[in-house]
Nanobody, 122 residues
Framework: QVQLVESGGGLVQAGGSLRLSCVASGSTFSNYVMGWFRQAPGKEREFVAAISWSGRSTYYVDSVKGRFTISRDNAKNTVYLQMNRLKPEDTAIYYC???????????????WGQGTQVTVSS
């Protein structure tokens, strides 16, 4: 079992930045691929980014490439999502997730945080 707790969401103007954090507990953090998904009102949960257990491989949805950076610190059991040049369309609840293997669909991940709201005003 893995417990995930996100933080760092908030309200920011377009063009601004936020950094999300997700602290994991309950199992060996370095055994898991870590990911971020987001869900806007009335829309399906969408893959945003993922990072391999070692941190050497990262994956992004096309709409955030060049603006968002996922990273992890295995010593702190923490994964981060640095979000720069934010746009109003980035507004959503952002969820941290973990699984033994990489995937881009929400149903491929076993463990989820409670989510943190990100709102980007125009």
């Amino acid at each position: 079992q893995v417990q995930l707790v996100e933080s760092g969401g908030g309200l920011v103007q377009a063009g601004g930045s936020l950094r999300l954090s997700c602290v994991a507990s309950g199992s060996t953090f370095s055994n898991y691929v870590m990911g971020w998904f987001r869900q806007a009102p009335g829309k399906e949960r969408e893959f945003v980014a993922a990072i391999s257990w070692s941190g050497r491989s990262t994956y992004y949805v096309d709409s955030v490439k060049g603006r968002f950076t996922i990273s992890r610190d295995n010593a702190k059991n923490t994964v981060y999502l640095q979000m720069n040049r934010l746009k109003p369309e980035d507004t959503a609840i952002y969820y941290c997730t973990a699984d033994r293997e990489y995937g881009r669909s929400w149903y491929e991940y076993d463990y989820w945080g409670q989510g943190t709201q990100v709102t980007v005003s125009s």
